[in-house]
């Protein structure tokens, strides 16, 4: 999400960034601006990776086991990778 969010590539979203990439139509431009104030834990008018991930992770309900699973599998596909290019 934050690549394709962060039009200016530092790293972090803006509210500008943030309102252009998650504006579909369900929520309202208030609305927005509030999931955005409360997914900035450290208050810097900016939402970074940390704070997107501890935002969407309290809400994967069932799928946080289906992820995990799935960053397993790519842990165990990376490392398989590394020992046949050596």
């Known amino acids: 999400i934050l690549r394709r969010a962060d039009?200016?590539?530092d790293g972090?979203?803006?509210f500008d960034e943030f309102k252009s990439y998650f504006s579909?139509?369900?929520l309202t431009a208030e609305?927005?601006?509030e999931l955005f104030h409360t997914m900035d834990t450290h208050n810097t008018?900016?939402?970074d990776t940390d704070e997107l991930c501890e935002y969407?992770?309290?809400h994967l309900g069932?799928?946080?086991n289906v992820l995990a699973a799935l960053?397993?599998?790519n842990m165990s596909i990376l490392k398989a990778m590394d020992k046949t290019k050596k």
């Open 31 to 33: 609305e927005l601006k």
């Open 62 to 64: 069932e799928y946080e």
């Open 45 to 47: 008018d900016n939402v």
């Open 56 to 58: 969407f992770s309290q």
């Open 7 to 9: 039009k200016n590539d």
């Open 12 to 14: 972090k979203l803006s």
């Open 24 to 26: 579909d139509g369900v």
């Open 71 to 73: 960053e397993e599998l």
